[in-house]
């Protein structure tokens, strides 16, 4: 079956770091591969997508490119800042007959990011 | 838009009480989805439905019962509640094109004492 393994977290940086998040996955197929963020007391936000090897996702300075020989989708930030502060949900999904898309989910990484 | 909202946003239960989680979504869509978030589990599959009128069952189905009432509603139903089923649970609908992605509801917080 499919899966999806994150970094455990907290992950904790200073303002204005460098951030990675690590994901790689294992998919029967030829997944479509997401990201998604939670932020404290809501509901999950897609933060960006990938839906073929070597397609580049990117929003709010957010970058993840999907990886075929890697198996990896990993989550990048040039500086963070507080307001990134969240869990992030690394997700794929393969086509199924009777509901779209079937998200697969990592664990979570829980952010904090300091002043 | 509303989006997909759900209510309510807190509840406590006795072990052995029953209750039922509403989601509803404006969006049109014809998939909806029922997680179960736990600590460092991410979110897992309860029940889905593809379209009004069918539901089917993810990966952790067990005690739980669902209705899609109509194409906006898809209900999650509680008939004994036990304390495994703490949780936060999250509604989901999906768009269709051009990528399938999942839009969330806020969520409801579970305490089954």
């Known amino acids: 079956g499919n899966s999806v393994t994150q970094m455990e977290g907290p992950v904790t940086l200073s303002e204005e770091a460098f951030l990675t998040i690590n994901c790689t996955y294992t998919a029967t197929g030829y997944p479509s591969l997401f990201w998604y963020v939670q932020y404290p007391g809501e509901g999950l936000q897609l933060l960006l997508k990938a839906t073929k090897a070597d397609d580049k996702g990117s929003n709010k300075g957010f970058e993840a490119t999907y990886r075929k020989e890697t198996t990896s989708f990993h989550l990048e930030k040039g500086s963070v800042q507080v307001s990134d502060s969240a869990v992030y949900f690394c997700?794929?999904?393969?086509?199924?007959?009777?509901?779209?898309?079937?998200?697969?989910f990592g664990g979570g990484t829980r952010l904090m990011v300091k002043p | 838009n509303a989006g997909v909202t759900q209510t309510p946003k807190f509840q406590v239960l006795k072990t052995g009480q029953s209750m039922t989680l509403q989601c509803a979504q404006d969006m049109n869509h014809n998939s909806m989805y029922w997680y179960r978030q736990d600590p460092g589990m991410g979110l897992r599959l309860i029940y889905y439905s593809a379209s009004e009128g069918t539901t089917d069952k993810g990966e952790v189905p067990n005690g739980y019962n669902v209705s899609r009432l109509n194409k906006r509603e898809f209900s999650l139903r509680l008939e004994s509640a036990a304390p495994s089923q703490t949780s936060v649970y999250f509604c989901a609908s999906l768009v269709g094109t051009p990528v399938r992605e999942q839009f969330f509801g806020p969520g409801t917080r579970l305490t089954v004492l």
């Open positions: 997700a794929l999904s393969e086509r199924n007959n009777n509901a779209g898309n079937m998200l697969t």
